[in-house]
Structures are given as C-alpha cells and as structure tokens.
C-alpha cells in the first residue's frame, strides 16, 4: 500500500514569491493534516481536514496562507506572499479518522531566499 | 499540551540499550507516540500506547508510561547503528483540538559502532 505522497520534495524560491505544496493522502483516509516543522523543533499543525472540511485551522496563518482538500482526497498548501521566516519543512499526514494513528509524508523542505 | 520535553541529546554504543525519555504535560492524554525521523525524511510511526496502559512492548522496543509523573519513555534493546535517527514524543490531548498531536523537540539518538 503506498504511504502518505508529497511533492515537490525540496522547493527553493525568493521571498514575496507564491509556493504551493501538494499531498496524496493514503487511500481510504478522510482525515488530513498539514504541520510546520521548523529546523531544531517537532511538527506544530496547520490544519486538518475531515473529508472536505476544515475541522482545526486554528494555527494556519491566514493573511498568507491558505489550504484546499475540494474533493476529499488531495489537499493543497499555498503560501502567498512567501517570508523568509517560512523556511522549514511542510509535512503532511493522514489517518482513518481523527482519533486513529497519524502516518506521514516525507515532507516537503522549503527555502525563502 | 504545548510544553512536551525531551532531552535533546543520547549517545550509546552498539548493543547497547537505549532510553529516551519524554515528559508531557496533560494528564487527560489519551494517546502517547513515539515517531521516529531520519535525514530527510518524515515521520515513522513506532508505536503508540493507550493512557490506561503503564507498558507495552512490540519486539525491540519497550514504552512504559508513568500517568502520575506524566513520564513517558522509550527502550530499544540491542540498539543498532541503523537506529541513529531523530525520536519524537507526542500526546494527543481529549476535548476542542481532536485529533491534534503536540510533539516534543526530538531527541537525536546517534549510535556508535
């Protein structure tokens, strides 16, 4: 079965530029989420979806960023204008539910020059 | 939820045992975790342990858990150089933030051979 799917795997972009990342959950799964991981630290949520539906986006930055899941399945993270302080790696996970075990992506590693 | 601790640092030899030792902060977690990252890469679930359980144990790996200090650890017996990777704790706490995970900083275990 594959896992959790993101791309790209490594974005480099100058700041006040759009980025925009992409996450196949695994199959079966309605629920998904997106965390930050800055360099040094553990993963801090963004979002999480049920199904379609943002359920806690209670950390999402919402002047710059934004996030999509319009079928269920894929999601999209945008970030809009990019700052430099954006560099970290973008994770995503998913499970069965909110309350099953959460299974994650290799990330995506971004860097704001 | 926010404030789960982990020494950064462990370093052991091969063969040896491991301990890597989690605090954390709420004492109405439901469910504990242990992830595991290498270079590169996302989150590997390890294992996982309910609240009303004090062990488990799942081949090389053992959890005990400690409700009344909030102290949680992990045990890799015969640790292998393989093993050399970044460990998370992470709790999951009941109530408004379902399914939301907080995570400590990481320890890096660095084996030597």
């Known amino acids: 079965e594959a896992g959790v799917v993101q791309s790209p795997r490594y974005k480099i972009i100058e700041k006040k530029q759009p980025v925009a990342f992409w996450c196949n959950p695994i199959s079966g799964h309605n629920t998904l989420y997106w965390y930050l991981q800055n360099l040094g630290q553990g993963p801090e949520l963004l979002i999480r979806y049920e199904n379609e539906e943002a359920v806690d986006d209670s950390q999402l930055p919402k002047d710059r960023f934004s996030a999509e899941r319009l079928k269920g399945v894929d999601s999209t993270l945008k970030i809009q204008p990019a700052e430099l302080g954006d560099s970290a790696v973008y994770l995503c996970?998913?499970?069965?539910?909110?309350?099953?075990?959460?299974?994650f992506g290799p990330g995506t590693r971004l860097t704001v020059l | 939820g926010e404030d789960v601790e982990q020494s950064l640092f462990l370093s052991v030899r091969e063969g040896d045992s491991s301990v890597i030792n989690c605090t954390y902060t709420?004492?109405?977690?439901?469910?504990l975790y242990w992830y595991k990252q290498e270079p590169g890469a996302g989150l590997q679930l390890l294992t996982y342990?309910?609240?009303?359980?004090d062990m488990k144990q799942d081949q090389r790996l053992t959890v005990l858990l400690n409700k009344k200090d909030k102290h949680l650890s992990l045990r890799i017996a015969d640790t292998q150089t393989g093993d050399s990777a970044i460990y998370f704790c992470?709790?999951?706490?009941?109530?408004?933030?379902?399914?939301?995970?907080?995570f400590g900083r990481g320890t890096q275990l660095t084996v030597w051979p």
């Open positions: 996970a998913s499970s069965l539910d909110w309350r099953d075990t959460q299974y």
């Open positions: 342990i309910f609240s009303n359980m």
């Open positions: 709420d004492s109405s977690s439901t469910y």
């Open positions: 992470a709790e999951r706490l009941p109530g408004s933030t379902l399914g939301r995970l907080y």
